[in-house]
């Protein structure tokens, strides 16, 4: 399977913990995005990365949120202190390059008790 | 701000033709998309259609792009129970890459 995986598919957390997602994406694309999916609304970016690079942050993260590629292959999405709001669908999509088709992964779905 | 509106339901008989409709507001984007979601699961891309373009056709589905209205609007022909699905289209930012999607179209065929 050369798709965008993600792992794990499900976390369950209790607030106030940590937790961490990977994406691998498809091999050989440049960029790599997140976004956020909360119940009944459309995906909302979170960050983007053109090889090891962040580029652009969006303001829905905050400083409990960190982003990582450091050999520009997977990342990983860091959220300290969990908060009930946080439970979301976390989505990881990559590209070739700019203005390239985004390809999303299965998603990571964070549930904070 | 850049702003994507999709009406939230459709309900369609199998076999029908369903047409999905979708607002935009920047009108600078380059590409516009549409991603289909099954319960659960990540997003597939179904289609996209560069701005300069009118139409796409690919298969089954047709893409519609009224630049001046600011439309965008996706024809499934021949729906089946299989594409059942909640549909989004997307917007992709110009100079920037991020994708601005609406709130989704659920579509629910039945028999």
């Known amino acids: 399977d050369t798709g965008v995986s993600q792992d794990p598919r499900h976390k369950i957390t209790k607030r106030g913990q940590n937790v961490t997602f990977r994406c691998d994406p498809i091999s050989e694309h440049n960029r790599l995005y997140w976004y956020r999916q909360t119940l009944g609304q459309g995906p909302e970016f979170l960050t983007y990365f053109q090889n090891e690079a962040q580029l652009e942050k969006s303001r829905l993260l905050s400083d409990r949120f960190s982003a990582e590629r450091p050999k520009g292959s997977f990342s990983t999405l860091e959220i300290q202190r969990t908060e009930q709001g946080d439970s979301a669908m976390y989505l990881c999509a990559s590209s070739e390059g700019g203005a390239d088709t985004q390809y999303f992964g299965p998603g990571t779905r964070l549930t904070v008790l | 701000g850049e702003d994507v509106e999709q009406s939230l339901f459709l309900s369609v008989r199998e076999g029908d033709s369903s047409v999905i409709n979708c607002t935009y507001t920047d009108s600078s984007s380059t590409y516009l998309y549409w991603y289909k979601q099954e319960p659960g699961a990540g997003l597939q891309l179904l289609t996209y259609?560069?701005?300069?373009?009118d139409m796409k056709q690919d298969q089954r589905l047709t893409v519609l792009l009224n630049k001046k209205d600011k439309h965008l609007s996706l024809r499934i022909a021949d729906t089946q129970t299989g594409d059942s699905a909640i549909y989004f289209c997307a917007e992709e930012v110009k100079n920037t890459d991020k994708l601005i999607f609406g709130t989704g179209t659920r579509l629910q065929v039945f028999p």
């Open positions: 259609i560069f701005s300069n373009m």
